[in-house]
């Protein structure tokens, strides 16, 4: 492929504005094919190009291979993590992170970090560069309690996606500590730290949580080579949407947003009932130009890294 085609592929995919690189028509949501199980409905969103399912130049699919993740980076001991503060000096909302691969780092808002002084949770959608240096993280603390000798940190999975929205929505570390207690309460269980990795970690909510799991994972084909996200719904609510700006970033981060919705099935949710007309509306709200950007400024958010947009979320 010569280098003028080369560089109209490259146009052809980014477009020339930004805010429409996942509106329609260039996203299709498949409202006849729609992944289930139990209380949990996926509709997928594919990357369409003229009508078709959009073949990616190959310079474009190595741009999106350039990443990685958190878990997969802690595990190869590419990322590292460290506290701000000390056992005197308490800084609860941030910590360091090190990317010393050669790859761009995707942190994703609704990770959770075990360890450190106390368990933590990151709020937004952060890309750091390869061999990034130490940058400063928002996180929550999602333990309220211990405050002790620092462990070393790791990956402790996703959040649900109902607490990813409260991330979104507050400032308020209080907020994140008094909704953890709720869940707690709700389950008729106790713990001394209210911690949320032992929330999740608890038997029942892992056993479902992993059939669910174990039946939904086959259901995304890695062969579909435009498959960028999916629409969730739960009871008679549309629980959110992650979309990436490629098939790679997807299914890099299946795991990642397959279990979050999973979580909050599980905790919150119930049979789904919502009429297909009501999510095609919801759709229509998150996917159109026209009313994309007012639409994720209150109810989700986008991630631009070098005026691309790589991943939005939706509530």
Same mark, same amino acid.
């Given at each position: 492929?010569?280098?003028?085609?080369?560089?109209?592929?490259?146009?052809?995919?980014?477009?020339?504005?930004?805010?429409?690189?996942?509106?329609?028509?260039?996203?299709?949501?498949?409202?006849?094919?729609?992944?289930?199980?139990?209380?949990?409905?996926?509709?997928?969103?594919?990357?369409?190009?003229?009508?078709?399912?959009?073949?990616?130049?190959?310079?474009?699919?190595?741009?999106?291979?350039?990443?990685?993740?958190?878990?997969?980076?802690?595990?190869?001991?590419?990322?590292?993590?460290?506290?701000?503060?000390?056992?005197?000096?308490?800084?609860?909302?941030?910590?360091?992170?090190?990317?010393?691969?050669?790859?761009?780092?995707?942190?994703?808002?609704?990770? @959770?970090?075990?360890?450190?002084?106390?368990?933590?949770?990151?709020?937004?959608?952060?890309?750091?560069?390869?061999?990034?240096?130490?940058?400063?993280?928002?996180?929550?603390?999602?333990?309220?309690?211990?405050?002790?000798?620092?462990?070393?940190?790791?990956?402790?999975?996703?959040?649900?996606?109902? @607490?990813?929205?409260?991330?979104?929505?507050?400032?308020?570390?209080?907020?994140?500590?008094?909704?953890?207690?709720?869940?707690?309460?709700?389950?008729?269980?106790?713990?001394?730290?209210?911690?949320?990795?032992?929330?999740?970690?608890?038997?029942?909510?892992?056993?479902?949580?992993?059939?669910?799991?174990?039946?939904?994972?086959?259901?995304?084909?890695?062969?579909?080579?435009?498959?960028?996200?999916?629409?969730?719904?739960?009871?008679?609510?549309?629980?959110?949407?992650?979309?990436?700006?490629?098939?790679?970033?997807?299914?890099?981060?299946?795991?990642?947003?397959?279990?979050?919705?999973?979580?909050?099935?599980?905790?919150?949710?119930?049979?789904?009932?919502?009429?297909?007309?009501?999510?095609?509306?919801?759709?229509?709200?998150?996917?159109?130009?026209?009313?994309?950007?007012?639409?994720?400024?209150?109810?989700?958010?986008?991630?631009?890294?070098?005026?691309?947009?790589?991943?939005?979320?939706?509530?």
């Amino acid at each position: 492929m010569n280098r003028h085609l080369i560089t109209f592929c490259l146009l052809a995919f980014f477009g020339t504005n930004v805010h429409c690189q996942l509106t329609y028509p260039k996203v299709r949501v498949d409202f006849d094919s729609v992944i289930a199980f139990g209380n949990l409905e996926l509709y997928p969103v594919h990357f369409v190009y003229g009508g078709q399912p959009y073949k990616f130049d190959e310079s474009i699919r190595q741009m999106m291979r350039n990443f990685t993740n958190l878990k997969k980076g802690l595990s190869r001991r590419r990322i590292k993590i460290m506290e701000r503060g000390n056992l005197m000096y308490r800084d609860i909302n941030s910590v360091l992170v090190e990317n010393n691969s050669d790859q761009h780092l995707l942190l994703l808002g609704g990770e @959770l970090l075990s360890g450190g002084r106390q368990d933590r949770i990151i709020v937004k959608d952060t890309i750091l560069p390869p061999r990034s240096g130490k940058t400063e993280i928002k996180v929550y603390c999602v333990e309220d309690s211990r405050w002790g000798k620092e462990k070393k940190f790791k990956h402790g999975g996703y959040a649900d996606a109902s @607490l990813k929205k409260l991330l979104d929505s507050t400032v308020s570390q209080k907020k994140i500590w008094n909704e953890i207690r709720k869940r707690y309460r709700k389950r008729k269980l106790y713990s001394q730290t209210n911690s949320y990795l032992a929330l999740l970690g608890e038997k029942v909510m892992t056993d479902t949580s992993g059939i669910y799991f174990q039946n939904l994972l086959p259901e995304f084909r890695s062969t579909d080579s435009s498959m960028i996200g999916f629409v969730a719904v739960t009871g008679n609510q549309v629980l959110g949407a992650d979309v990436f700006i490629s098939p790679e970033l997807f299914y890099n981060n299946l795991e990642i947003t397959l279990r979050l919705y999973i979580d909050a099935a599980v905790m919150t949710g119930s049979p789904p009932v919502m009429p297909v007309r009501n999510i095609r509306d919801y759709c229509e709200r998150l996917f159109d130009p026209k009313t994309q950007d007012d639409f994720l400024r209150r109810n989700g958010n986008v991630l631009r890294y070098n005026k691309q947009v790589i991943h939005i979320t939706s509530y």
